[in-house]
């Protein structure tokens, strides 16, 4: 590993000295664990400040449905685990990929998009991952308004 | 002029249904690419329709090899969203259990690392120790492979004095057995000249991909959850994590059975060390955590296990999300099966590359099937494989 | 008449060659798992002696598939073609008297010349079938003749040199045993470019299972597969018989007068199996050497070795 990872109170001082009012929320829940809001444009930025800090691998991509937008998180760090996250309006549900940042993370992006639908640019396979060959396209089955239908007997 | 080779998803080396898409000419795989769609089985969105103690038992058939990671990343990710305090020698006892599974799947991992270079007599001599580790799961918890061990607010049962006992001197037995395997790992000429340099992940590669667990510890990174943001009481138990620099399929396999002599050393001790007390904190079967969200890492056998839980204040959780090992390597995966330059990759060399990032698809791949007409049918996979093919 | 029939179809023909190959992969299976601490066949007959006649009973009375697209001639032939080429080969060889069933001047080089069409029948069979696996699979097997069939043809010839004769029923006659000295190399040589031309571990890679799914074999079924693994059973036969006849002697040994009939096939039995206990040793100790190596390996090390082995043997001789 290289270098010394920062402490969480660093990770919080360090984005709001970077990123200023695009931070909208960050707290220490408790020991390595940090929990950051910032709006959609500077998503990245915020990952791209945290890599130059030394918190320089994403663990994951997760998204979530809440109600009108879908919330993007990107948990980042080795040892503090530090999560980043953002909204996008489902009407326009695009983020900037992260793949010039990580390029680990097109696997992430495509789970997100295929179980969300949310379009992240720049991704360069974008593509069907984890659902079957004949699924149905602009079905999001993680979205809150999906419903799976319980199996019905056969006869 | 390439042959695409389809190597699944029904494969002798597959022992989950996963297709892999090789590209070759002649013996030499030229480009790769993975499909895990085949095992979906939509724990993601049923968890949310589970209260908490009902996920329990989903979450811990995500796989079957390792329950116990993810058992313990789902009860330690829960409590902490709840502010259920867990008693301590839960604490010690979750650690003896999830260390014998990492036993038990390294061990199964070795065998079938024999098995596909055909090796057929490791195999079986591996399995046949394996069953100690099994008979101490089974003794220990009542199940071989998936323990039913954690609950919410600890664990289910005890470890009395006979069966420590017990545990300790299988485990010498066992440690032996193991030192001879890494001699031979070290030492067969054959096995070498299968693993040696095969499945090249060089260490910038493996920062840039974002693997984790064995892989990137033979490739140098000294990156083990159990370390880096030590969960249970692995802060008060004393280990070495295992890293390997030769960035190759030996190295892994390497790194993992040192992992299987560490593991054993970790049980000892926390057996001699674990503190007497309660092993659980009786927690109502239908409880509302506030609103909030958790993070918990665990090293699973594989590689960092991630869970992500946020609740709404309900009794059931509003999303809960499972980030496996597998799936992260998997970018990994397919950058080693690519022949890049005199890095050459064989077709023989597939199912060694492939399996020396210990590939658990029912971990990866969780979703419901469903046809255009939104209704739920249950595929099974030869259906599934006839419907693809009839195109 | 009958006696030339009985002895042609039953003793020493070819039910009894038959027996003899199914003997002989019985004590390979119960060796290779006892080896790995199993119990291997059991139930079948005594300890499991009738196993390899159950499993070519079961084969038999299975369906038959012809995949599509398979060459039907060629998917046909190939396993009767195989069976009867590597019996045919088999007649030659001295299995129950210090003769074969049948003997000629030279028969030595026509074994030799009946293995090499057996490994082409292997290709042919492998790209009768359609699937891409098959094809990997009969390359692999044509690719790995190119680095045994040297070795194994000189280590042969060069104990032809050196005894004077291209007959086998002479060889055997004679019962020198040649192992030690000069010979240790052409035995050593003979033993590893035979269990590599048996396909056997750590030689097995066209049929290699894990990689491509039984590779040439992996569209045969039926009775096809059924005379697919007897014509390998017999090919292990042959291969034994010849290290027998060539190096250990012949099934001669000592007997008292008239007991010959009774003895020889005996011996036979007993140095053949030895030469099957070391091939399961081998089996149950390696792992599967990849093509590329197996190929660098023969012409780094076999090739020159049994060019040197044969050399000195005809100057010896």
Not at chain 2, 253 to 266: D, F, K, P, Q, T
Not at chain 2, 315 to 332: C, D, F
Not at chain 3, 115 to 124: D, P
Request: a neutral charge; aromatic letters at 8%; charged letters at 20%.
């Amino acid at each position: 590993m290289k270098g010394r990872e920062p402490s969480e109170e660093e990770v919080v001082s360090w984005l709001r000295e970077r990123l200023g009012g695009a931070v909208l929320d960050a707290r220490v829940a408790r020991k390595r664990r940090v929990f950051v809001r910032v709006d959609r444009e500077h998503f990245k930025t915020a990952l791209i400040a945290l890599k130059e800090l030394g918190v320089d691998f994403l663990e994951a991509l997760t998204g979530v449905d809440a109600g009108d937008s879908i919330e993007v998180i990107a948990h980042v760090g080795r040892s503090v685990s530090v999560a980043v996250e953002t909204a996008v309006p489902k009407g326009d549900p695009r983020l900037p990929s992260l793949v010039d940042l990580y390029p680990g993370a097109e696997v992430y992006e495509r789970e997100v998009w295929e179980m969300l639908g949310v379009v992240f640019e720049g991704n360069p396979r974008l593509a069907r991952a984890f659902l079957p060959e004949d699924w149905p396209k602009g079905v999001y089955p993680l979205r809150k308004d999906y419903e799976p239908k319980h199996p019905e007997p056969l006869r | 002029m390439g042959l695409y080779l389809p190597v699944g998803p029904q494969h002798p080396i597959h022992p989950e249904a996963t297709l892999i898409k090789l590209k070759v000419e002649g013996e030499h795989v030229v480009d790769a690419d993975i499909d895990a769609s085949f095992v979906h089985r939509g724990i993601e969105k049923a968890l949310e329709h589970k209260t908490y103690v009902q996920g329990l038992f989903l979450a811990e058939r995500i796989c079957g090899i390792c329950n116990v990671a993810h058992t313990t990343c789902y009860t330690l990710n829960v409590e902490g969203l709840a502010g259920i305090e867990v008693p301590q020698r839960a604490l010690w006892l979750r650690l003896i259990v999830e260390e014998l599974a990492r036993v038990s799947s390294h061990l199964l991992w070795l065998g079938l690392l024999a098995h596909v270079v055909g090796f057929e007599s490791l195999f079986m001599l591996v399995f046949r120790d394996r069953e100690v580790v099994l008979d101490l799961m089974e003794e220990i918890t009542g199940g071989r492979v998936t323990s039913g061990y954690n609950v919410i607010g600890g664990v289910r049962r005890d470890i009395d004095a006979a069966t420590a006992y017990k545990i300790k001197s299988s485990l010498a037995k066992l440690k032996e057995r193991v030192v001879k395997y890494r001699r031979l790992l070290e030492e067969d000429p054959i096995v070498r000249a299968r693993t040696v340099g095969v499945g090249y992940l060089s260490p910038s590669e493996a920062r840039e991909l974002l693997a984790v667990g064995p892989v990137a510890r033979a490739s140098g990174i000294a990156y083990d959850i159990r370390v880096n943001d030590p969960y249970l009481v692995h802060e008060e138990v004393p280990f070495n994590p295992v890293v390997y620099d030769t960035c190759d399929a030996w190295g892994r396999a390497m790194v993992r059975v040192g992992e299987i002599l560490e593991s054993i050393e970790m049980i000892v001790y926390a057996l001699d060390h674990a503190p007497s007390g309660e092993i659980r904190a009786r927690v109502p079967p239908v409880f509302r955590p506030p609103p909030g969200e958790n993070v918990t890492r665990v090293e699973a056998p594989r590689g960092e296990l991630l869970h992500y839980v946020r609740s709404d204040g309900s009794e059931k959780p509003y999303r809960y999300k499972v980030r496996t090992p597998t799936l992260a390597n998997l970018p990994a995966a397919i950058s080693m099966l690519k022949s890049r330059g005199d890095r050459v990759v064989h077709i023989a060399d597939v199912p060694v590359i492939f399996g020396s990032i210990d590939p658990c698809i029912c971990c990866t791949a969780r979703v419901l099937v469903v046809n255009e007409k939104g209704a739920a049918k249950e595929f099974h996979l030869d259906e599934l494989a006839a419907k693809r093919w009839a195109r | 008449m009958i006696a030339e029939a009985l002895r042609a179809f039953v003793y020493p023909g070819i039910a009894y060659m038959v027996a003899l190959a199914l003997l002989l992969e019985w004590l390979d299976r119960k060796i290779v798992a006892r080896l790995q601490n199993r119990v291997g066949p059991y139930y079948a007959g005594p300890h499991g002696l009738l196993q390899p006649l159950a499993d070519l009973i079961k084969l038999l009375a299975k369906e038959d598939v012809v995949p599509l697209g398979a060459d039907r001639i060629l998917f046909t032939l190939s396993p009767i073609a195989a069976f009867v080429v590597v019996t045919v080969a088999a007649a030659f060889v001295p299995l129950a008297s210090t003769s074969g069933l049948v003997s000629a001047e030279g028969d030595a080089v026509a074994v030799l010349a009946l293995i090499t069409i057996y490994l082409l029948l292997v290709y042919a069979a492998g790209a009768a079938s359609p699937s891409r696996y098959s094809q990997v699979g009969a390359v692999r097997a044509a690719h790995m003749l190119l680095g045994f069939e040297i070795p194994l043809m000189l280590s042969c010839l060069g104990v032809l040199a050196s005894a004077g004769s291209f007959r086998l029923s002479e060889l055997a006659a004679r019962g020198s045993v040649r192992v030690f000295g000069l010979h240790a190399v052409g035995f050593a040589i003979f033993l590893i470019a035979a269990q590599a031309e048996l396909e056997r571990l750590p030689f097995d890679i066209p049929e290699a299972e894990q990689e491509i799914v039984s590779g040439w074999l992996v569209e045969y079924s039926s009775w096809r597969l059924a005379l697919f693994r007897l014509a390998r059973d017999i090919e292990l036969l042959l291969l034994s018989g010849l290290a027998v006849t060539l190096f250990l002697g012949g099934p001669v040994g000592p007997s008292p007068p008239g007991a010959e009939p009774l003895l020889y096939p005996l011996y036979f039995i007993a140095k053949a199996a030895l030469i099957v206990f070391l091939f399961s040793l081998v089996r149950a100790s390696t792992a599967r050497i990849r093509l590329d190596q197996f190929v660098t390996f023969c012409w780094r090390y076999l090739v020159p070795t049994s060019f040197a082995y044969f050399a000195l043997a005809v100057l010896v001789a």
